[in-house]
Structure formats: C-alpha cells, structure tokens
C-alpha cells in the first residue's frame, strides 16, 4: 500500500503531462489551417504593398484578384502553362528540397546566400487596357541575422522600381529590422535596375547618397547601423535581377511587349 501511494504522483504527472501534451498537438493542428491562410493573406498584401495596389478601403482578396499570377521557367523565362504546373498547387520554396525542380549554387555564383535555386516561379502580372502596368516577383537572400522574403514591383518598362516589401526577416529590431521601415521602402520608388549596358547596378550607400543626376538613380540611402543587412539588400538585388534570377524572364517580357507595341 505504501509503494502504491509512492508511485501514485509519478503516475498522476504522467498522465497530466500526456493529456497536457495531446491537447496541445490538437489545438497546434487544428490552428494550422488558419495559420497557413493568415501567412497567404500577409503575403498577399505585401505584394500588393510593393505595387503600390494595397488600400483600407478594398478586401485585400478583391484588389488581389486584378493581378494575374503565372509560373516560369527561371533559365529560359518563358511561361510555364497551368495544365502543366498548376499556379494554385505550387509551392515555390518547397521546391528547393526537391533535386528535380532545383540545383545546388556554387559559392561563387550564390551573392545571396540561397545555397539551393528553384527550377520555376511565380510572377505576378498587372495589366492595365491590356498592356502590362506593372510586374511582381518574390526575391529573398541572407541579411546579417536571416533569411530576408519580399517582393519587388517593376514598371511596365520593367527597369524601373514601383516598390519593394518584405514580409519575413529576422534582422534586428530598430536596426536591420528597418527593412520595413516606410520611409526606407519609399526611397526604392524611380530607382533604376540596371545602367545602359544592361547590368545590375543597383546600390545601397552607407549614409545618405550624395549621388546627382543619372547615377542617383541607382542608389538608395544605407540603413543606419545596419550596414551588412543593406549589403546583404544589395546581394539580393544583384542575384535575382542578374542572368540566374529573373532578367532572362524580363528582357523576353519586354520583346513580347515590345512586339505587341
């Protein structure tokens, strides 16, 4: 009798932490759902943020239904068709686990830190009287701490920035966490991808640019004591506007346009 009263607590805690331990795995599935539609809605408006789209006064979901949405094939730029990837099913950083729809970067080709870049992704289109108004395209790269997402909104000349946002980091709050700061974001707006011989030439200074005329177009005021978050903007920017991120897909979007006058 004395045994099983020693016993007993132990038994009554395991018990406790059993029921404590399934309750929470059933309320950590059972919130996934919402969980998962709440980040798809965050996104959403990020996007739309960074193509200057997002209002109060709209459902994000109404405004974002206006935007066309497509996949591509990253190294040739051409669109992939839906019946062959569906635009609804694809999970564009998931399928940097996958061998078939990726590839291993060597250091030397890898600025921004991806170590693994997908074979496809999405884009999203913006058409005004049936002419391109604006472009949208998921970019992320290694800041000081993290792994920085957002998105990067083109003119319809495809070379001008309408906007960027980004929606995860983990840089440091108050440092390299102004990555969302507004008044930093608003800067990127009129900046130029690329120089006349069609380079990346995109930079961030450290302090305020004292750039005039045409080679202000191409620099945007560094982040106060974050220089190596900015740098690591900067990276991003050079991967994915570059050869292996999504200038093959722009330069043959702007012939299309172009053609179709």
Not at 104 to 120: I, M, Q, V
Not at 208 to 221: I, R
């Amino acid at each position: 009798m004395a045994k099983e009263s020693f016993f007993r607590p132990f038994y009554t805690v395991l018990v406790l932490a059993f029921v404590c331990s399934f309750l929470v795995s059933l309320a950590s599935v059972g919130l996934r759902p919402r969980q998962e539609a709440n980040r798809a809605q965050e996104r959403k408006k990020n996007i739309l943020l960074a193509a200057d789209l997002f209002t109060t006064e709209k459902n994000i979901d109404q405004v974002f239904a206006t935007i066309q949405p497509r996949i591509i094939d990253l190294a040739s730029g051409k669109f992939i068709p839906e019946n062959e990837i569906s635009v609804q099913q694809f999970d564009q950083l998931a399928s940097t686990n996958d061998k078939q729809r990726s590839r291993l970067l060597p250091k030397d080709e890898d600025p921004a830190g991806l170590r693994r870049l997908e074979k496809y992704s999405l884009v999203y289109l913006v058409k005004k009287n049936n002419r391109l108004s604006k472009v949208i395209l998921p970019v992320r790269g290694k800041g000081l701490w993290s792994t920085m997402y957002g998105y990067v909104a083109l003119n319809g000349d495809l070379r001008t920035i309408c906007g960027i946002a980004f929606y995860e980091h983990g840089e440091t709050p108050g440092l390299g966490g102004e990555i969302e700061n507004p008044a930093w974001l608003a800067s990127w707006q009129g900046k130029k991808l690329y120089d006349d011989n069609g380079k990346v030439a995109l930079k961030i200074v450290k302090g305020k640019s004292k750039a005039t005329g045409e080679a202000a177009l191409h620099e945007v005021d560094g982040l106060s004591g974050a220089t190596l978050t900015g740098n690591g903007v900067e990276r991003l920017f050079h991967f994915w506007f570059d050869k292996q991120g999504f200038k093959p897909f722009l330069d043959r979007l702007q012939q299309e346009e172009e053609k179709n006058g």
